[in-house]
Nanobody, 113 residues
Framework: VQLQASGGGLVQVGGSLRLSCAGSGSMFSIYTMGWYRQAPGKQRELVAQITSGGTTTYADSVKGRFTISRDNAKNTVYLQMNSLEPEDTGDYFC????????WGQGTQVTVSS
C-alpha cells in the first residue's frame, strides 16, 4: 500500500483546511485509516482514525473541530479541519493499518495567529 498525502498549507487562526490521503492497491476498504501529527519539539500524536466499518476516533484536542471521512471508491481518506488553532501546527501523516501499518509522507500545516 502506498499513501500520498496532500492538502497542507498556511492558514490563519480560525481557518479551515482539508487533508487528503490517496492510497494505491486493492482492498482499501479493509484498512483502518488515520492521521497522526507531529508538532515541533513534541511527540507524534494520533489525531483521528476511521475503521473499515466507519467508526471514528478523535484526539480530545480536535473533537468538534476535525472530521475524518473516507471514500473507498476513490481509495481516499480525508481530514476536514475547521476552527484551526496555532496548536494544530505540525506535520500530518496518514496511515493505513491492517496487520501491518503503512505510512504516507507528511503534509505540513501551519496555523498563524
Amino acid at each position: 500500500v502506498q499513501l500520498q498525502a496532500s492538502g497542507g498549507g498556511l492558514v490563519q487562526v480560525g481557518g479551515s483546511l482539508r487533508l487528503s490521503c490517496a492510497g494505491s492497491g486493492s482492498m482499501f476498504s479493509i484498512y483502518t485509516m488515520g492521521w497522526y501529527r507531529q508538532a515541533p519539539g513534541k511527540q507524534r500524536e494520533l489525531v483521528a482514525q476511521i475503521t473499515s466499518g466507519g467508526t471514528t476516533t478523535y484526539a480530545d484536542s480536535v473533537k468538534g473541530r476535525f472530521t475524518i471521512s473516507r471514500d473507498n471508491a476513490k481509495n481516499t481518506v480525508y481530514l476536514q479541519m475547521n476552527s484551526l488553532e496555532p496548536e494544530d501546527t505540525g506535520d500530518y501523516f496518514c496511515y493505513a493499518s491492517y496487520q501491518y501499518v503503512y505510512w504516507g509522507q507528511g503534509t505540513q500545516v501551519t496555523v498563524s495567529s
